[in-house]
């Protein structure tokens, strides 16, 4: 378990010396990069067909997060069609653009 702890204790995805500065315009940035990679690798990989299905699980959490996963989605890339779906929608459609 140690040499997790040390691995976790070293490894970062950003520049920590700008983050501040790059904070105020997103809020999540330390793990901007990765996540953002990630959905990159998940449109350049998978590609939709005719029809799909999304399966969601909703887990109840008691503990604090400033952050408020599906409120105010980035509908960026998305045509105004695309926008007028529901939040998760516009979520899904994002990963497929």
Known sequence: MKRFSVFFAAIRFDDHETREERKKN???VAISF????SIENCQSIYGLGQSATVDEMLVSFRGRCRLKIGKDSDDRGLSSEDQK????TQAVLCLAV
């Open 85 to 88: 779906f529901l939040t998760p």
């Open 34 to 37: 990765i996540f953002n990679t």
């Open 26 to 28: 997103d809020p999540v």
